[in-house]
């Protein structure tokens, strides 16, 4: 039987302008036909066993034909997938979505489009410029700027066009940049008409040139302004100073590294991604079982009733307890009169999800303000539980220990190296296109420069953003020179820290 072909508009770049039906296909498909233009990060979308096949089209260099790739719909459709085509933008918006829906019709393959939000809209509005607006321009045209220039008869009507339309918005333009302006003043579009270009729009790596259709394409030339861009030609373009709103982000333009492990990465990213930056995550950790074995969690977790104090230093700790908890067909009421102890805030927020309220949380999210904070419900001779991840310090229990306490450590995770990243990383780095590393445990601050090794001349470029004063002083100790800390112990302080760190430094 047929499966089915969805034809998806991606959006201009930021990955996060795909719709939610886009998102839909994406989580069901079988077979991922994708562009260059469009974001990586949305293959994340799609099952990891899902078949992801590139077929990239930049002017010059065709992976594969556009027969190529109907051919390829064809075949994974005939085969039974569900295929999803991803493609920049929207796809009928000079994406060849007409070819490939039309293919698909007479293979009598069944199909859908799903549109995009086209760069030509997109961009514009990721750089303050509106295509219409009741000032300023009440029609706009999307207009391919690709045509061929030695081509006799143009297909594109200048004499109607240059004036008729109040925005016009040339895709594939860059290169053809003199000939467009040539024809629209040679049919009566003024010289000063504001104009600008805007590349990679959407993208953290967005650039915009402003000038006037008379001098823009020398402008253009002067800056070596390379595609892909859209280019704008109206009065909106005036408008871009009073509606600028992306490009003035206090992290835009930062390229910064994340180093949280696959599933924390993400709400960091969010926070820098929020505030303009272009984060990659590059996991340097995962979290793994503990070393030996839960033996001596599940112990622990049978002598639950004994225990006075439960202390939890991180949400991996909280995790693992409450699966083996669970696992023993048991929940919260197990821990019956125990108190609880939570390190910061992202603890006792996973405490709360087991319906916990952590009777004690130090102001300063680390090992000492812990102690500090505990030490008050301490007389001697309680009995506390610890899980927690094999490496962790000895701060902690020591000092707990001095106080009388009758401290047991259980592991309960470890951390371990994460290598997928290693090639990527080094890459990036040699390219110098990361700024700044953010590292929120000592450990990751180790599996990072172990990963970087062979590229570790260049993170005297790097600025590492930690989130205490214990990862800043491992950093010290492996001898990095730019560091910053965060002063609240969180993924929030060290989104502010970095902020208030480019404010400072632009
Ligand atoms: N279907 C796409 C357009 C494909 S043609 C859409 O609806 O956006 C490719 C052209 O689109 C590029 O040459 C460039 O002019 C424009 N383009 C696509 N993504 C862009 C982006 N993020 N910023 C600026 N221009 C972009």
Same mark, same amino acid.
């Given at each position: ?103 698909? #019709? ?39 700027? #690709? ?22 918005? &040339?895709?594939?333009?860059? #290169? ?135 202390? &939890? ?57 812990? &102690? $500090? ?17 094999? $490496? ?71 600025? &590492? ?42």
């Amino acid at each position: 039987m047929n499966g089915i072909v969805y034809l998806t508009g991606a959006g201009p770049g930021d990955y996060r302008l795909l719709t939610l039906k886009g998102r839909d296909v994406l989580k069901e498909a079988d077979v991922v036909v994708y562009d260059y233009l469009a974001d990586e990060r949305l293959l994340d979308f799609a099952r990891p066993d899902a078949e992801k096949i590139y077929v990239g089209k930049k002017a010059a260099d065709h992976t594969l034909s556009q027969e190529g790739i109907i051919a390829l719909l064809l075949e994974k459709a005939r085969a039974g997938n569900i295929v999803v085509r991803l493609k920049g933008g929207d796809p009928f918006v000079f994406g060849r979505g007409g070819e490939e829906s039309r293919a698909l #019709h007479d293979a009598g393959i069944p199909f859908e489009i799903i549109p995009g939000v086209t760069s030509a809209i997109g961009a514009a509005a990721y750089a303050g410029i509106p295509v219409t607006d009741r000032t300023a321009a009440s029609s706009f045209a999307v207009v391919t700027g #690709h045509e061929d220039p030695t081509k006799k008869e143009s297909s594109i009507r200048w004499d109607k066009l240059a004036t008729a339309v109040d925005t016009l918005v &040339f895709l594939m333009g860059v #290169h053809n940049l003199p000939l467009i302006t040539k024809e629209l003043m040679a049919h009566g579009r003024a010289a000063d008409t504001p104009a600008a270009l805007v590349r990679w729009g959407t993208k953290p790596i967005q650039e915009t040139l402003v000038a006037t259709v008379g001098d823009i394409a020398q402008k253009a030339a002067e800056q070596q302004f390379k595609a892909p861009a859209i280019f704008v030609v109206g009065d909106v373009v005036s408008l871009r100073p009073s509606m600028q709103w992306f490009d003035t982000k206090p992290l835009f333009g930062l390229r910064i590294a994340v180093t949280r492990t696959h599933a924390q990465a993400p709400a960091l990213t969010r926070q820098l991604e929020n505030l303009g930056a272009s984060c990659i995550e590059v996991p340097t950790i995962r979290i793994e079982p503990p070393s030996d074995d839960y033996a001596a969690l599940d112990t622990a977790i049978d002598r639950l009733t004994e225990y006075d104090w439960l202390i &939890f230093t991180s949400t991996n700790g909280v995790d693992a307890f409450f699966r083996r908890l669970a696992l023993k067909g048991l929940d919260s009421r197990a821990l019956g009169q125990a108190k609880l102890a939570a390190i910061g805030s992202a603890t006792a927020d996973a405490l709360l999800t087991h319906g916990l309220t952590a009777d004690v949380v130090p102001r300063a999210y680390c090992a000492e303000g812990l &102690f $500090e904070a505990l030490s008050p419900h301490l007389r001697g001779g309680e009995k506390i539980l610890i899980p927690r991840a094999k $490496e962790a310090r000895s701060f902690l229990p020591d000092t707990l220990r001095r106080k009388g306490a009758d401290v047991e450590i259980c592991e309960a995770y470890q951390t371990i190296g994460a290598s997928e990243n290693k090639e990527r990383l080094e890459k990036l780095l040699t390219d110098g296109q990361i700024d700044v590393v953010t590292v929120t445990s000592s450990s990751a601050v180790h599996h990072f420069l172990d990963l970087t090794q062979d590229a570790s001349d260049k993170l005297d470029a790097v600025t &590492f953003a930690c989130i205490g004063p214990i990862t800043a002083q491992t950093c010290r100790e492996k001898g990095l020179t730019q560091i910053l800390t965060a002063s609240t112990y969180t993924t929030a302080g060290l989104t502010d820290c970095i902020k208030d760190w480019r404010l400072n430094t632009r």
